[in-house]
């Protein structure tokens, strides 16, 4: 895992440990181990594939010996969900890490590495107060376990500052993105792709913060060292491009921002194929670039293609989904297409209106105002009007 590119010892080495553990048989706990360990290892390298179907038997092998309550299965679960989630397969790593998180929860006084980044990683994909609470248990669970100074005490307070950052809270979001900065730029020559990771995670943080030097210097830091840890193109090369390239888009230097979009679409393609799903936030956000500059016939085929790549994953009602057809709806009426630009607008409100959530209050807005200069520019103002009383009796 620490080769630092040097593929070609680490796969030789991974074979002839695959090769020992196929002969196993009769020591299934020692068998499942060396598979989950290869796994993990394979996936560090960036070979999913490779560790998809050695992360797929350990966990097979583990049910068959231990309990659900066993620590190893949840372990395996876990691996598996991380595995899963670099795949792109975000549904199916999302169960298994749900039932890591509560296979721990049900060990009575368990306290582990991994079901502190169970609940970490749980955690992340929501904002509620329950979020807050898991990210805090994590945090106290690994300065119990690891110290103070660990990447994943690192890894915990950056995911706090994303936290903050959603509530709108920026001072505490600020203090944490520097709490997780400071302690990983003390690791020097010792950088591993978790402490590069949270490089980039924090300077993502930094941008929407609006501290566009400070986190361009941070992802050009985490990209030299990705480079020096990958022997080629990787997935986190791309998208640490591609956050290059937000802040050179918010930045108003497009020129760099369009150069940079391309490079991260291209690495992409040579690490992980045509159809990676992390295709689809490199082109989103090269897309609202091209919108914001007013290019907006650069920006629809890009903006098709994200909305049909959230289709093909999404179930029809999904958040995600609704952004898509709002933007891809007002970049059409730019182009004067009104009467697909309203179909797609009508299904966004109609999806928004669904949530009982004030969090969805402004992109009605910004779908009602839509409309309205769609009618207006086919001579249907009134029809504006009546959206907006219905709009409105939705809410009250």
Known sequence: AQSRGSLLTANDLLKRGIEQAETLSDQPEIQAE??????????????????????????????????????????????????????????????????AADLFNSIPGHVSQEY????????ITRHDHLAYDELRKALQMRIGLLGPDHPDVAESYLALGHYYLHQDDMENAENHFTKALNQVQHYDQQHTLQTVGILHDTGSGLRVLGDYDQAQSVLQEALFLYNSLYDGPHTHIAMVKKSLADVYRD????????????????????????????????????????????????????????????????????????????ELGTCLIYLNQLKEAENLLLKSLETYISFDSDDYEPYKKQVLDMLAESYKMQGKEGKAFLDSLTILSFRD
């Open 251 to 326: 930045k108003k230097d497009f020129r760099n921002a369009e150069a940079h979009y391309e490079k991260a679409i291209a690495v992409l393609h040579d690490a992980a194929g045509e159809h990676h799903p992390l295709r689809r936030p490199i082109l989103q956000s090269q897309a609202s670039m091209y919108s914001e500059m007013g290019k907006h016939e650069k920006a629809e085929p890009l903006l098709r293609e994200v909305l049909s790549l959230l289709e093909s994953v999404l179930h029809e009602d999904h958040p995600r989904i609704a952004h898509a057809r709002k």
């Open 116 to 123: 502190a980044t169970s609940l970490h990683n749980f955690a």
């Open 34 to 99: 060396m598979f989950d360990v290869a796994g993990t290892v394979y996936r560090n390298l960036g070979e999913y594939k490779r560790a998809l179907p050695l992360a797929e038997r350990a966990l097979e092998i583990r049910n068959s010996l231990f309990p659900d309550t066993h620590p190893d299965v949840a372990k395996s679960h876990f691996n598996l969900a991380n595995l899963l989630h670099d795949l792109g397969e975000y549904r199916r790593a999302y169960e298994h890490y749900t039932t």
